[in-house]
Nanobody
Framework: QVQLVESGGGLVQAGGSLRLSCAASGRTFSSYARGWFRQAPGKEREFVAAISWSGVSTYYADSVKGRFTISRDNAKNTVYLQMNSLKPEDTAVYYC?????????????????WGQGTQVTVSS
């Protein structure tokens, strides 16, 4: 049974940093792209970042470009999201997802598995 478990969320002041982790179990995903999405209250889930199966290619939403960095450790079956210069508008539940593609998909429809999410709250 596939499980994705996110961790690292919390409450931080604007301008601060957090590092999210997502450990996968039940299956190895080293051949598939991984991504992060987020969902704020009353809004639809939106794409944040994606990383290719090899880790060579990454893609970011314009709203986080230059502030967030996605990375992966295939030996640990884990993906990370380093979030710097956080803003109140980054407040959301962040979801780790696994794609059925090898490169950097940005559509929710190209992802097959996702975790329960971790709350990130940025205070002003």
């Amino acid at each position: 049974q596939v499980q994705l478990v996110e961790s690292g969320g919390g409450l931080v002041q604007a301008g601060g940093s957090l590092r999210l982790s997502c450990a996968a179990s039940g299956r190895t995903f080293s051949s598939y792209a991984r991504g992060w999405f987020r969902q704020a209250p009353g809004k639809e889930r939106e794409f944040v970042a994606a990383i290719s199966w090899s880790g060579v290619s990454t893609y970011y939403a314009d709203s986080v470009k230059g502030r967030f960095t996605i990375s992966r450790d295939n030996a640990k079956n884990t993906v990370y999201l380093q979030m710097n210069s956080l803003k109140p508008e980054d407040t959301a539940v962040y979801y780790c997802e696994v794609s059925n593609r090898r490169y950097t998909p940005i559509s929710q429809y190209e992802y097959e598995y996702w975790g329960q999410g971790t709350q990130v709250t940025v205070s002003s």
